[in-house]
């Protein structure tokens, strides 16, 4: 469990299959206790969490990272919010859905972003400090220090969704906080406005 930022910790869970962390968050934001996009817990993650429990929400970025969303709703008691846009297709049953623009518990703003893997795909920003931006499965943190999409295969339409991303650089944020890969605390916009530049 590392302390990333004030106020937010981050654990991993290395994939065999995808080769990559998944990364999930632990933030204390004012008086608000909040999960993102849970991976099976370590022990010292655990440890956390308890000591400074309990926990108010859950938030899942997209159906794909409902992960262990479910178990730790019952373990820790709390309210579960997922994308309304995904809601239907994910085994579980969320307190809340949100939409694009929402205000959700801490003052952390919903981005739905379109033509993404999955329709109810989405990033959380928290304006304080520099900004931080969180994504599910949005941006990728591979290699080490940069961002990438995903495999083409995983669109309907990999322009469009390139496209799509841009909307985040309409956020100023120095920190990416990825649920997979390698986040980036300082920097991170220009990384991901690398992205958008022509391979030479």
């Not at 239907?88 to 993404?116: C, H, N, R, S, V």
């Amino acid at each position: 469990m590392k302390n990333l930022l004030p106020g937010i910790w981050q654990w991993s869970w290395f994939s065999e299959e995808k080769q990559l962390d998944f990364n999930g968050l632990f933030l204390t934001v004012g008086e608000h206790k909040i999960l993102i996009d849970p991976p099976p817990m370590t022990g010292d993650a655990s440890s956390v969490i308890l000591r400074n429990s309990p926990v108010d929400y859950i938030i899942v970025t997209n159906r794909d990272h409902a992960r262990e969303a479910v178990r730790c709703q019952g373990e820790f008691r709390c309210q579960l919010h997922v994308p309304a846009a995904d809601a239907a297709q994910m085994d579980l049953k969320p307190t809340k859905t949100f939409k694009d623009g929402e205000l959700l518990a801490g003052g952390i703003w919903a981005i739905q972003l379109k033509d993404q893997k999955s329709p109810g795909e989405s990033a959380l920003f928290i304006p304080q400090g520099k900004g931080v931006l969180i994504v599910g499965d949005a941006l990728i943190g591979k290699p080490s220090g940069s961002v990438s999409m995903l495999p083409d295969e995983k669109y309907v339409d990999v322009t469009k969704a390139r496209e799509g991303l841009r909307r985040l650089l309409k956020y100023n944020f120095d920190s990416l906080l990825v649920g997979d890969g390698v986040s980036i605390l300082t920097g991170a916009k220009l990384a991901v406005e690398r992205l958008f530049q022509p391979s030479s």
